[in-house]
């Protein structure tokens, strides 16, 4: 069965530093988001993609934060300068344009020092 | 206020006993959608049931919605320890031009006893 897969499971990274988080899509959806879990808390919606372009975004997502989609499988997120508070699980889903059921990646577990 | 708020926040059952979850919303939506989470893994999607649907059954899940008092509601029958997980129901928010964004709850984790 088609599954969101995403890497690295878990990243940890120094504050100030870029990171990149990758996203691989089911093959046939058109849709992708990005989600957040700060742990014990609840998931966050972030931002919305679709054809290659940002469709809606969250107040968290601010300047710091970019998605791209840079071939026809990847979607990535990117957090320019880590802050302690990036901290979090970071979930990818995608949809197709019939049904609106939204399949999760596993999540990357990010940890900014 | 919060969108999509689970009841109650934790609920612990005997293995094959039924277990039964809430989930309350503030806005219309076009849709509602419960999610399971295994700890510290991802979410899996149970099921969705639209805003014009009263009640809907996969296996030994039921959902129900009640779109005048806003709630939904998520029965699993014969429950098994497999079970165990955190159970989030997520509103698609009825608005113009949307796209189809998650509205989350908090989640309600459930123990199935063996």
């Known amino acids: 069965e088609p599954e969101v897969t995403q890497t690295p499971s878990h990243q940890v990274t120094q504050m100030g530093q870029e990171v990149i988080l990758r996203c691989v899509p089911i093959?046939?959806?058109?849709?992708f988001y990005w989600y957040r879990q700060i742990l014990g808390q609840k998931v966050e919606f972030l931002v919305s993609?679709?054809?290659?372009?940002?469709?809606?975004k969250s107040e968290i997502f601010d300047d710091q934060f970019s998605v791209e989609r840079p071939d026809g499988s990847n979607f990535t997120l990117k957090i320019r300068s880590t802050k302690l508070e990036d901290s979090a699980m970071y979930f990818c889903?995608?949809?197709?344009?019939?049904?609106?059921?939204?399949?999760f990646g596993p999540g990357t577990r990010l940890t900014v020092l | 206020s919060q969108q999509g708020e689970e009841d109650p926040q934790a609920l612990s059952i005997q293995e094959g006993e039924n277990a039964t979850m809430n989930c309350s919303y503030k806005t219309s939506i076009n849709n509602l959608q419960w999610y399971r989470q295994n700890s510290g893994r991802g979410l899996v999607h149970l099921i969705l049931?639209?805003?014009?649907?009263r009640e809907k059954h996969s296996g030994r899940l039921r959902v129900t919605l009640d779109t005048s008092k806003k709630s939904s509601s998520l029965l699993i029958t014969a429950s098994r320890a497999a079970d165990t997980a955190s159970y989030f129901c997520?509103?698609?928010?009825?608005?113009?031009?949307?796209?189809?964004?998650?509205?989350f709850g908090k989640g309600m984790k459930l123990t199935v006893n063996p």
């Open positions: 997520a509103t698609d928010p009825l608005t113009q031009g949307g796209s189809e964004k998650l509205v």
């Open positions: 993609f679709y054809n290659n372009e940002i469709s809606e």
């Open positions: 093959s046939n959806h058109l849709y």
């Open positions: 889903a995608s949809r197709d344009s019939v049904y609106n059921e939204q399949f």
């Open positions: 049931i639209r805003s014009n649907e």
